[in-house]
């Protein structure tokens, strides 16, 4: 019997289907992650051991008060002194061991959380009540929450039909692409709390469009495809910085915050009316930065160049059919958990208490639009959100960031008698560069904002001064593709190169860190965080 012939079906650039997640490429690992990864588990159980046995960091002894946590705090009035314990040695060694693994990625990021937990527990950090109980912090609620109503915006397509509406009714050239998708990301922020759920969402949209003028990867790369996929990056997590709820890391830097001012939470008003108008003004400088100084958009590049393209985009969205009425209810409950989110100094009800309102909506039979099973919640990703919680609350317990702080700023001749203005553009700077190593958002909050705290208690400044300008930072994650995970999913439309996205994120760091400076002489001055830096 002949084999019968199979003919290829040629790649059509505008099929939306063509560019599913699990469709793109695996981007294999380069020479020196292969290393990392090797060498990763071997040094993270060196560290430790050499950190919690083997070295004597007897230097350590004397602690300020001022600088410890509330559990740490709490021990120090109830004996008169504190020194360097062997709980303070435990929590070093975890601590360390833990970044080692999360940045090398040795083992997968949830299981090293779950190593954290249990070696709090087992080294006596914290009790195991206390350690545990992260996974039921406010915050890791918040999160699972978010993932339910954001869920509704899959299963009913509504994020689909507003994407490509914006599009199809804006985007009749370059520039209108390019300030649709603008739009479309701001609002998708304002109620998804997981930048790779956006960017999955948006993916295959603006991939089209991309095909649309003329870009379809690799050798058929050109600055209009560069620029949709790095602003798509950039625009995803800038978005993300501008709400509390935007993502896990804001959430988490909003909670590390309200812990050290003694609040119960942070406000979502008072995080929205610094950090949205910021993000929307570099959003808007990295869009004039990347088509007009590092990726001009030549003539011929901004007019499609596929006939029909845009009637491919009108068939998908014909394809939607007529508002349903699950869209509209899931419409309805997302705009009432946004205006409560945004009025919550006014009524008094919490962001995680707004986001079970919304869920439980959303999940009644009949009335909501959503069932469990079409909740789509990445646990991995909760799991590893815990992990960073438990290790927060070791850091509390032990006063450990305080104590490193005075520590390196003694060696670093940083005294009492060192200027706000330049404690603040330190923090900031250190902020934005540490992104270049990180592989996540999340872990890079946990360190740096409860150092920002350490400072400002060690200086007598206000908590707000030096760690809410630090906390607006925690977005800066687009520079290298391994920066974060929609840089690396994103990454693989292979739209643009190494090269490209370094230069490009590079340079919208280093003016973020102008802006953030003149927002703490401006804006952060006129909301009263801070006093103004120079003036």
């Known amino acids: 019997m002949e ?5 290829p079906t040629a790649f059509d650039p505008l099929d939306m289907n063509n560019y599913k997640i699990e469709k793109l490429p695996k981007m ?21 051991i050499l950190l919690y046995w083997v070295i004597d960091i007897s230097f350590l002894q004397n602690i300020d008060p001022e600088t410890l946590g509330s559990t740490a705090l709490k021990r120090y009035n109830e004996v008169g002194a504190l020194g360097f314990t062997r709980i303070n040695y435990a929590m070093l060694a975890v601590f360390a061991a833990a970044i080692i693994l999360w940045v090398t990625e040795a083992i997968p990021n949830y299981l090293t959380s779950l190593i954290v937990i249990l070696s709090i527990v087992l080294t006596g950090i914290t009790s195991d009540k206390t350690a545990y109980a992260q996974l039921g912090h406010p915050v890791m609620w918040l999160n699972i929450l978010s993932f339910v109503l954001a869920s509704m915006l899959v299963k009913t397509e509504v994020a689909k039909r507003f994407a490509l509406w914006f599009v199809l009714k804006f985007g009749k050239n370059s520039r209108g692409v390019m300030f649709s998708f603008i739009v479309i990301n701001l609002v998708l922020s304002a109620f998804i709390s997981a930048t790779t759920a956006k960017a999955a969402i948006l993916l295959p949209i603006f991939m089209v469009v991309a095909a649309i003028y003329g870009a379809t990867g690799g050798e058929h790369r050109n600055n209009f495809g560069r620029n949709l996929v790095l602003q798509n990056l950039f625009q995803i997590n800038l978005g993300a910085n501008a709400f509390l709820t935007g993502s896990g890391a804001t959430l988490l830097a909003g909670s590390l915050i309200a812990g050290a001012m003694g609040w119960s939470s942070f406000s979502y008003q008072d995080w929205f009316k610094a950090a949205f108008p910021m993000s929307v003004l570099l959003i808007f400088i990295g869009w004039w930065v990347g088509t007009k100084l590092i990726f001009p958009i030549k003539k011929e590049e901004s007019v499609p160049q596929i006939e029909g393209g845009m009637e491919r985009l009108r068939e998908e969205y014909r394809k939607l059919g007529k508002m349903k009425p699950e869209e509209y209810r899931a419409i309805a409950i997302f705009v009432t958990v946004l205006l409560l989110w945004a009025t919550d100094k006014q009524h008094g009800i919490n962001q995680t208490a707004v986001a079970f309102m919304g869920a439980v909506v959303a999940l009644l039979p009949k009335v909501g639009v959503v069932k469990w099973n079409d909740v789509d919640i990445p646990w991995h990703l909760l799991l590893f959100s815990a992990g960073a919680y438990t290790l927060g609350a070791g850091l509390d317990a032990t006063g450990l960031p305080g104590t490193m702080v005075n520590v390196a700023f003694d060696h670093l001749g940083i005294t009492a008698q060192t200027p706000y203005w330049a404690l603040y553009m330190i923090l900031t700077g250190t902020m934005l560069i540490s992104a270049l190593i990180f592989s996540s958002k999340t872990m890079q909050t946990l360190i740096f904002v409860p150092i920002a705290i350490g400072v400002a208690q060690k200086f007598g400044y206000p908590v707000m001064s030096l760690a809410f300008p630090v ?10 593709p391994f920066n974060s995970k929609p840089a690396a999913l994103l990454y693989t439309t292979n739209q643009y190169s190494w090269s490209d996205t370094f230069r490009f994120g590079i340079t919208m760091m280093g003016i973020s860190w102008l802006v953030i400076i003149l927002w703490g002489e401006t804006v952060l001055r006129w909301l009263g965080y801070t006093n103004g830096l120079f003036f």
Do not use: D, T
């Open 3 to 7: 084999q019968e012939n199979k003919i």
């Open 28 to 48: 294999p690992k380069s020479g020196f992650e292969k290393h990392m990864q090797r060498f990763g588990g071997p040094l993270a159980i060196l560290v430790f």
């Open 471 to 480: 906390a607006m930072l925690v977005g800066h994650v687009y520079v290298l």
